[in-house]
Nanobody
Framework: QVQLVESGGDLVQPGGSLRLSCAASGFVFRNYPMRWWRQASGKERELVATISSVEAYTSYSDSVKGRFTISRDNAQNTVDLQMNSLKPEDTAVYYC?????????????WGQGTHVTVSS
């Protein structure tokens, strides 16, 4: 079955860095774009970054552009999110996400999330 397992969340001071990782299994990883989302307490889930399948084109939300970098390793079936110059407003639960075709139609799959807290 499809599994997405995030790791790397932590408490970090403003201006610091973290690297999140998502390990994927249960589907042909290299064929699908991958996304990182985040959800802060009391707020809607926000799309943070997307990376395409083979060409690895990337896109970012305006709130993280220039500070975050999404990357993927199709040999290891992982997608990472390097987060630099972290701000308190980056505090959230970060989720890995993929859209996959299924016999009953397209379906979104999510990991369990990893907590990032930016605070002094």
């Amino acid at each position: 079955q499809v599994q997405l397992v995030e790791s790397g969340g932590d408490l970090v001071q403003p201006g610091g860095s973290l690297r999140l990782s998502c390990a994927a299994s249960g589907f042909v990883f290299r064929n699908y774009p991958m996304r990182w989302w985040r959800q802060a307490s009391g707020k809607e889930r926000e799309l943070v970054a997307t990376i395409s399948s083979v060409e690895a084109y990337t896109s970012y939300s305006d709130s993280v552009k220039g500070r975050f970098t999404i990357s993927r390793d199709n040999a290891q079936n992982t997608v990472d999110l390097q987060m630099n110059s972290l701000k308190p407003e980056d505090t959230a639960v970060y989720y890995c996400n993929v859209h996959l075709p299924t016999p009953v139609g397209p379906k979104e799959f999510w990991g369990q999330g990893t907590h990032v807290t930016v605070s002094s």
